[in-house]
C-alpha cells in the first residue's frame, strides 16, 4: 500500500515541479515581453511557489514517518532534494541579474599604488585623487613611465595619505567623526 502511493505522489509532485518551471515560470517570461518588472513579478512567484512545495513536501514527509510509511518518506525526501536543488537555483540566479554593483574598493586601489613597477598606478592616483579633491605634488603627470626604486617613498606618502582620507570618509559615512575630538571627560561607572 505505502509504495502504491508513494510512486504516484513521487511523479506528480515531481511534474508538477517541472511544468511549473516550463509553462508557469517561462510563459510568464515570455508574456513579459522584455519588461524587467514583469520579468521579476514572475521570478518572485516561481520562487514562491517552489518554496510552497518544498514545504508541503517535508510536512508530507513527517507525516508518512510518524505513520511509518517509509517508502513514501524515501520518495517525499527525494522530491524535496529536487525542489531545494530547483529553489537554490532559482535564487541564485534572482542574486546574480540582481547583484548591486560592486563598491569601489580603495583599498584595493592603495594597495595597487604601492606596488611599483607598473604605469597603471598612475590611473589609479588619479581615479582616487580627483573625487577626493586631492592635488598631488609634483604633479603625476608620468604616464608611460614606469615607478622605480627610488620613487618607493614618494608612493608610500601617496599611500598613507590615502589611506588616511579613506578611513575618514569610512568614519562619516558609519556617523562618527574622527576629525572631532573626543570629549575629554572620563565616563563613570556605576558602582
Known sequence: MDLTLAIPLLL??????????????GLD???????????????LAHIGRVRMLLI???????????FRARWMVITHLLVALLAGGSLTAAQHE????????PAASTTARTA????????????????????????A??????????????????????????THITEQSAALSNGRDTARPR????LRRRG
Not at 506528480?12 to 515560470?25: K, Q, R
Not at 595597487?112 to 592635488?135: D, F, K, N, Q
Not at 570629549?183 to 572620563?186: G, H, N, T, V
Open 56 to 66: 508541503a513536501v517535508l510536512i508530507l514527509a513527517v507525516l508518512a514517518a510518524i
Open 12 to 25: 506528480l509532485e515531481t511534474a508538477w515541479l517541472v511544468l511549473d518551471w516550463i509553462y508557469g515560470y
Open 137 to 162: 605634488e609634483p604633479p603625476l603627470d608620468v604616464v608611460g613611465q614606469c615607478w622605480t626604486a627610488r620613487d618607493r617613498p614618494r608612493l608610500r606618502a601617496i599611500t598613507e595619505r590615502l
Open 94 to 101: 534572482w542574486d546574480h541579474s540582481h547583484a548591486p554593483p
Open 29 to 43: 517570461v515570455w508574456a513579459a515581453q522584455g519588461e524587467q518588472e514583469q520579468i521579476d513579478a514572475a521570478g
Open 183 to 186: 570629549s575629554p571627560l572620563p
Open 112 to 135: 595597487e599604488i604601492a606596488a611599483p613597477g607598473s604605469s597603471h598606478v598612475v590611473t589609479c592616483c588619479r581615479r582616487i585623487a580627483e573625487p577626493l579633491h586631492l592635488r
